[in-house]
């Protein structure tokens, strides 16, 4: 007979009354012993895999596909049938928050997301709402309700949100940028406004994390994508409250955060109450771990290594998994995986992790 | 009556046979004991004055400018006449290099540079030459003496070239790009290739910059600003091996290695035998004495702090002297200033130095 603790968060793979055929991307996030390290890619449902690239002209556009629930739950579904990854992420963008609180955004071929309207005041935070994800986000919902019925229990599902700053850079500067000068001017020039949209992003940004969870996210990873361009001391007022804010109010599932360029953050990201930390190909795994003890690191394979050859790719995985060792971590490449890579080299990285990491 | 060591190159302001009048650089450089900290900034023949874009208007493109040794001296000399700052960096590009090898670029308006025909094969390489810079880059080093004379010994001059990785990235990626994926796919894909251009670029490398010095540059610095996109091991491999090459070859005078974002390699770069090492505003300035200890630091204010009111430019300089200290320190910002960064911003921050740091 089972007990209810068996139920409960702590030991629980029976999330939404369901078992998981394959836990192991939870028990690693949770620090549990696992007989090998589970692996997944950041972009893993997306242009490397030519299955998507079909459904995404059937959708006609990356927006149309991301906002049609039937079709963003397929292709959320592919690598997992096509690939064997030991976890689907839902098929969306980080952007899909600031439309929520009332500022649109268009992808442009070639150049990526640009929002024709920018936050530059007070009143055009005012007019700004916080976003109510059961109407302004039902869409990305009820994908995950799709993907959690037809992923029936094989693997968890991975549900996500930019962090505050990195959509604040959106949303200030309008669109990507090497440096992101106009949102970091606004930081300097005006702290108060700067802090006024960081914590209405991040009122917007909770809410929406806790539906995915009730929608059926079985972990949640926050993207800091633009971390990097952010002096420590700048980090540290910026970015890490409002991330900080967001680890405290999620206890439901275990969450990752990825800060992107934080090099110089990571001690007190792993100070924060989140369960994994992930790193960037630029970050030393054995360094790493000094520097986050007690968390589950996930990464960081360079995405070009996917380049090489077979041997190579297995010869750099081995030394990854190596390093990072076999318990509380979570193998992936240190950025989204590259839209030109080639699937069979995604599979080699892949069968390449379960096979060195075996305990 | 002066001995003979006056004029020797370790106690030298008599380089060219001319006393610098303000020679804190060069001593800073050397280890040397300062009664203030010397501050420069990258890119301060730019942009940001209006007397270069009325000159950049004159020559009628980047590259007219960049290739006239008249106008060149011109925007040089501009900063120190307008900014007081303690060193002239002459006004040229790091794309000159490849350019003198036989692979000539273009500059497009609101893009960058752009190379029509990139390097793909052994055969490409071979096709190009070791660039002699006596023929194929004499317009720099006559503007470099047209600067000397007009300097009149006030300040040092700065040379400078890319760092063979940053010059190899342009030359097989044909662009700018903010993960260098082509560039890197050859590093992963066929290393020697890419050792070979490696090594090319670096004996072209060499030649301009022992050139540069013969010329009149006191000081010389290179800029690996793509190294934060390799891994820590890559970035040994492929461009740390070069840049020794360079520090090994260039004993007339002190040489800075700036590698913007490669954070992971301080303790290596320290190790090199260059004068100074160059920081971004990423780098910490504490963390970074003890990582790279017994070398002049140079650097590293986030160039939107600029963009701040005097009040707090202030206070950020206040601080950043503080961390440094004020010998082994030579001021800068972190990277180049941003072109829409207003002058009286400029002036306040090199003030500030000159106030803050005063022993």
Redesign the interface.
Known sequence: MLGQDQFSKSSSSYLCGMKLKNDLLLRAARGEQVERTPVWMMRQAGRILAEYRAVRAQAGSFIKLATNPELAAEVTLQPVDLLGVDAAIIFSDILVVPEAMGLPYEMEENRGPVFPNIVQTHRDIEKLRVADAQTDLAYVLDAIKIVKRDLNGRVPLIGFAGAPFTIFCYMTEGRGS??F?VA??A???DPVFSHKLLQKITDSTIGYLKAQVVAGADLLQLFDSWA?V???Q?YREFSLPYIKQICDSISEVPLTVFAK?A??ARHDIGALNCAVVGLD????ARESRVLIPNKTLQGNL????L???YA?IRTEVKNMTHAFGTQRYIANL??GV?PDTNPDKVRCFIEAVKEFSAV
């Open positions: 090497k440096t000068s970091k001017k930081l300097y020039t990097g952010l002096s420590p700048q360029g090099f110089f190909w630029n970050m030393d360079d995405p070009c290594v380049y090489a050859d190579q240190g950025h590259y």
